[in-house]
């Protein structure tokens, strides 16, 4: 396994997030040991947010030189605001290098579909701009829906999509998503490989807004049970193995979790029961 495929998620370290977290945010403590082993493995990227609490603000307490950091921006929110895009841009820039004392390396917008129109145009035209200017190496969308991505891929190409992606929720690779990006040259990063945990949950822990697809997660655990692996190698080995992927954004509560995945002695690749789902009330966290 080439451990420098992996990005470290950082929303755990600003706020309480996934659905499976029942610890809170990560130690400041944590945050410093998983930097340090992640250096030695030679993970060296870390995604993002201003929207994760105190994400950006904690990991400026670390030593984080050596890293490259991806940070998110909204896209329907840059395109509201009666300021110059490109000023406001770069002023979003400043303020996110400002709490992580470090430079940005990429920036990812999310509601991509709000990319259209001459307002749609100037906002990419200053995504161009900071590329040429050097404020940022690359830029891209961080996805939840495809819909209207070729076109948008298209119009407006961005030099990286983040997008979901796990036994669940296997768009990326149906309609030949993937095989466009690659054709494109555009970098694909894959987010919620554990779609948020549930995925790494017992069944009779699982919240009860997810009883309707309790077949799908009984058919998991059996084949869990069945080829005698935990879900987190599981859940690791469905993604890893693809190799057309460039980098796996995974999210950790503390350092026994990160280290959980050095752990494992081998990513097998086997025959995945047939739990795909194009539910967006299941795969798609934000109707959650």
Same mark, same amino acid.
């Given at each position: ?21 029942? !610890?809170?945010?990560? @130690? ?13 493995? !030679? ?30 921006? #909204?896209?329907? =929110? ?18 996110? =290098?400002?709490?992580? %004392?470090? @430079? ?13 129109? #001459?307002?749609?145009? %100037? ?7 900071? @590329?040429?200017? #050097? ?10 829906? *495809? ?43 894959? !987010? ?49 193995? *693809? ?43 934000? !109707?959650?």
């Amino acid at each position: 396994m080439r451990y420098n495929k992996i990005v470290l998620g950082s929303a755990q370290f600003g706020m309480n997030y996934g659905i499976s977290n029942n !610890r809170g945010k990560t @130690k400041n403590s944590d945050i410093k040991k998983i930097l340090s082993k992640a250096k030695k493995k !030679r993970i060296l990227f870390i995604d993002t947010s201003k929207y994760y609490g105190n994400s950006e603000k904690n990991l400026g307490k670390q030593e984080i030189k050596k890293f490259k950091l991806i940070t998110k921006y #909204k896209a329907d =929110e840059l395109l509201k605001s009666k300021k110059n895009i490109k000023r406001r841009l770069i002023n979003e820039i400043m303020l996110s =290098e400002k709490k992580l %004392k470090k @430079k940005i390396y990429a920036i990812l917008l999310n509601n991509y579909e709000a990319i259209s129109g #001459k307002k749609g145009k %100037k906002l990419y035209k200053a995504l161009i701009f900071l @590329k040429k200017k #050097k404020y940022i190496t690359k830029f891209g969308y961080s996805i939840y829906s *495809f819909k209207n991505l070729i076109n948008i891929c298209n119009d407006y190409k961005p030099d990286i999509i983040q997008c979901p992606f796990n036994a669940v929720d296997q768009r990326l690779t149906q309609n030949k998503y993937i095989n466009y990006l690659k054709r494109k040259k555009i970098k694909v990063h894959v !987010r919620s490989i554990f779609l948020q945990g549930l995925l790494l949950m017992e069944i009779n822990k699982l919240p009860k807004k997810f009883n309707k697809w309790n077949y799908l997660f009984k058919k998991w655990h059996k084949w869990l049970k069945e080829k005698k692996i935990d879900p987190l190698s599981a859940c690791c080995s469905f993604v890893f193995n *693809f190799k057309s992927i460039d980098k796996f954004v995974i999210g950790f509560n503390d350092f026994n979790q990160f280290n959980k995945i050095f752990k494992m002695k081998n990513f097998k690749k086997f025959k995945y029961p047939n739990i795909s789902c194009l539910e967006e009330d299941l795969i798609n966290p934000s !109707r959650w």
